[in-house]
């Protein structure tokens, strides 16, 4: 089944911080998060892997809470670059190699 | 970094026509390759996973007699979409690993497929 994001959209002027979050009604073995530009495809921000630590960026940092099945994505002090379409992806185990994308939330910063 | 192409990236097609979508890993050898159809505004739609030299494994509701995927090599993988039909029109793109399991996915530039 397919991961639910919030918001579904969110609109930010440039410096402003957002949070995204990612919702599975499965258990799950790691959390990716993709930005996806109009037209283009998905890019790679970061993995987080059971057991792992919260992983990131500069100002781009996420967080997987095992046990809601839930990740987060914040993002902090936002850049006019951001705009996007941000999605979760899901493994469910390590046996796996399906890769199930989120509803996605669309992200737009404003100068 | 890991470097994954389509071709083509934009084709017009009447519809009946078959339409082939190539993807290739360009720097690294990709054992399972995924092809993905992603509507305007929605989320990206796992349709298949390809082995090389294996069957795809279609996901559920995915004609494989309609959108046939062959991986002939560990650096390719191909989608036809045969006999095109305007409902077929969308974004198609692949992604590639060089393992298996739940590694980081490279993604090819996609494929936007009119059919009119």
């Known amino acids: 089944q397919q991961p639910v994001q919030s918001p579904q959209a969110v609109i930010l002027r440039e410096g402003e911080d957002a949070v995204i979050n990612c919702s599975s009604s499965k258990a799950l073995y790691s959390v990716h998060w993709y930005r996806q530009k109009h037209g283009e495809a998905p890019v790679f921000l970061m993995i987080?892997?059971?057991?792992?630590e919260q992983k990131g960026h500069e100002k781009i940092s996420a967080s997987f809470n095992e046990k809601k099945q839930q990740s987060s994505l914040y993002l902090t002090a936002s850049q006019l670059s951001y705009s996007g379409t941000y999605f979760c992806g899901t493994f469910g185990s390590y046996n796996t190699d399906k890769l199930i994308f989120g509803t996605g939330t669309r992200l737009q910063v404003f100068p | 970094g890991a470097v994954v192409s389509q071709h083509p990236s934009w084709v017009i097609c009447k519809s009946g026509t078959s339409v082939k979508i190539e993807c290739r890993s360009l720097?690294?050898?990709?054992?399972?390759m995924f092809w993905y159809r992603q509507f305007p505004k929605q989320s990206l739609m796992l349709m298949a996973t390809s082995n090389e030299g294996s069957k795809a494994t279609y996901e559920q509701g995915v004609e494989k007699d309609k959108f046939l995927i062959n991986h002939a090599s560990l650096t390719l993988s191909t989608l036809t979409v045969t006999s095109a039909h305007p409902e077929d029109s969308s974004f198609y793109i692949c992604?590639?690993?060089?393992?298996?399991?739940?590694?980081?996915?490279?993604f090819g530039p996609g494929t936007r497929l009119t059919v009119t």
């Open positions: 720097d690294f050898q990709a054992t399972t």
């Open positions: 992604s590639a690993q060089p393992g298996q399991g739940p590694h980081e996915q490279y």
């Open positions: 987080l892997l059971k057991g792992g």
